[in-house]
């Protein structure tokens, strides 16, 4: 009988044997990503503590800018009409009322999304909280805050 040749029946000892060449090559992939997972450092995150730690049916999405300008004149500026201007996934954004807007954003699929949300408090200088409204087509909340950058220096 040729090596090559086919038999009817696969050899159960090779059976075995292959099937245990898996299975420890399985657990020795496994033991080899988590000693390289342990020795990297987690990657850094500027949210804050209570978020990471904070169980939620919702997303959590943050992003921190460096802007050189003082705080108060970027509170001033922040109009949430002009998010178009530099936000890419925001088509457009109508004031409603003082303290309600209706945002269009671009959502999955080509489709748009309408976000109708209430601004809920103002500290005047440092953030601005919003909700969404039953309007909404998602549920969505956030704030913005400013503060000064840590280590800044005064310039006259």
């Given at each position: 009988m040729s090596y090559f040749q086919k038999s009817s029946k696969p050899?159960?000892?090779l059976l075995a044997a292959a099937g245990v060449g898996l299975a420890a090559a399985g657990v020795g992939?496994?033991?080899?990503q988590r000693r390289n997972r342990a020795d990297r450092p987690e990657l850094p995150s500027d949210a804050p503590n209570w978020t990471k730690a904070r169980q939620s049916d919702r997303a959590l999405f943050g992003k921190s800018l460096l802007i050189n300008r003082p705080r108060e004149?970027?509170?001033?500026?922040w109009?949430?009409?002009?998010?178009?201007e530099f936000m890419e996934n925001v088509v457009s954004v109508e004031d409603r009322s003082d303290d309600v807007s209706e945002w269009t954003i671009k959502g999955p699929a080509g489709r748009e999304v309408t976000l109708v949300n209430r601004v809920t408090e103002r500290v005047e200088g440092e953030a601005i909280?919003?909700?969404?409204t039953p309007a909404s087509d998602v549920a969505n909340s956030g704030e913005v805050r400013f503060v000064d950058?840590?280590?800044g220096a005064e310039h006259s």
């Open positions: 050899d159960p000892v992939i496994a033991l080899w004149e970027l509170f001033a500026a109009q949430v009409t002009r998010f178009p909280y919003w909700q969404s950058a840590p280590g």
